[in-house]
Nanobody
Framework: EVQLQASGGGLVQAGESLTLSCTAS????????IGWFRQAPGKEREGLST????????YYADSVKGRFTISYDNAKNAVYLQMNSLNAEDTAVYYC????????????????????WGQGTQVTVSS
């Protein structure tokens, strides 16, 4: 059974940093793409960053490119999202998700491509 848990959210001031963690069970990184998403009130869920270990590919949405960094720790079966230079527009509930991937299929940034989701962690940035 695939289970994901996102943590690390909180209240920060604009310009500060946060690191989100996604711990996974029932997932082998070689077989899955892990993605970070967020959803602000009244807005659609947005794909921020994905990492696929099998082919080394990493994706960043334009809205976070240069500010956010995704990484994984295989020993801890965890994926992290380092978020720098946060601003009020980054306020949202952040989710991690997993989707099967292989040499032929590498999921992208659309939430519909991901079958497994964590419960979300709130990030609030005060200006």
């Amino acid at each position: 059974e695939v289970q994901l848990q996102a943590s690390g959210g909180g209240l920060v001031q604009a310009g500060e940093s946060l690191t989100l963690s996604c711990t996974a069970s029932g997932v082998t990184f070689d077989d899955y793409t892990i993605g970070w998403f967020r959803q602000a009130p009244g807005k659609e869920r947005e794909g921020l960053s994905t990492i696929t270990r099998s082919d080394g590919s990493i994706y960043y949405a334009d809205s976070v490119k240069g500010r956010f960094t995704i990484s994984y720790d295989n020993a801890k079966n965890a994926v992290y999202l380092q978020m720098n230079s946060l601003n009020a527009e980054d306020t949202a509930v952040y989710y991690c998700a997993a989707a099967r991937s292989n040499w032929a299929i590498v999921p992208g940034e659309r939430p519909v491509e991901y079958a497994y989701w964590g419960q979300g962690t709130q990030v609030t940035v005060s200006s």
